[in-house]
């Protein structure tokens, strides 16, 4: 699959990626927070690498909130990810959205691995100008894992025979999914 010769970087670069960094957070707020149709929401907290932000979206009475991370890939500015953990305003819900830069294989989905060991994938949902949002609803397992891994790396396709991992970084996730309204 040639996962490991395409491997792309975490490290932001912060004077080639801010205009991407931006742009990602905006549309990841703007998927993580249905209805809300300005700004990205102000950071809450932040819990390691990740970002608590929250918003009221026009309409609604109460303020929603989602934890968030974005990575760019060093040796490619245009290719970013933006993963966004979030409770449903019904509390009945944990997702999990990951945007993807357009140009990904939709049918390969968008593959996850927790320090090296492969937990599977998940399909894309739709794209939008900015990218491509996949989706999960995370049970207990998932959390679980996720809150004992150190790293997660979720990879795109390209083409069915390369992907491209992106390593995010699960430092502070556990104690920002804890403290997410």
């Known amino acids: 699959m040639g996962l490991s010769r395409c491997m792309a970087?975490?490290?932001?670069?912060?004077a080639d990626s801010l205009r991407t960094l931006i742009g990602l957070?905006?549309?990841?707020?703007?998927?993580?927070?249905?209805?809300?149709?300005?700004?990205?929401g102000a950071v809450r907290s932040v819990h390691g690498d990740w970002q608590i932000r929250c918003d009221t979206p026009p309409g609604a009475q109460t303020e929603q909130c989602a934890l968030i991370q974005s990575v760019v890939a060093e040796d490619r500015s245009n290719a970013g990810l933006t993963v966004i953990v979030l409770k449903t305003a019904d509390q009945k819900s944990r997702l999990m959205r990951v945007v993807a830069p357009l140009g990904?294989?939709?049918?390969?989905?968008?593959?996850?691995?927790?320090?090296?060991?492969?937990?599977?994938?998940?399909?894309?949902?739709?794209?939008?100008?900015?990218?491509c949002v996949a989706e999960v609803v995370?049970?207990?397992?998932?959390?679980?894992?996720?809150?004992?891994?150190?790293?997660?790396?979720?990879?795109?396709?390209?083409?069915?025979?390369?992907?491209?991992?992106?390593?995010?970084?699960?430092?502070?996730?556990?104690?920002?999914?804890?403290?997410?309204?």
């Open 25 to 40: 957070l905006a549309a990841a707020f703007l998927l993580a927070l249905p209805g809300l149709a300005h700004a990205q």
């Open 104 to 131: 990904v294989l939709l049918p390969s989905g968008l593959g996850l691995k927790l320090d090296n060991q492969d937990v599977g994938r998940a399909g894309f949902v739709r794209c939008l100008p900015n990218g």
């Open 9 to 14: 970087r975490s490290v932001l670069r912060p």
């Open 138 to 181: 995370m049970d207990d397992k998932l959390l679980g894992q996720l809150r004992s891994a150190k790293t997660a790396t979720f990879i795109i396709f390209e083409t069915p025979e390369e992907g491209i991992g992106f390593p995010l970084s699960l430092n502070g996730l556990g104690e920002g999914y804890d403290k997410l309204p």
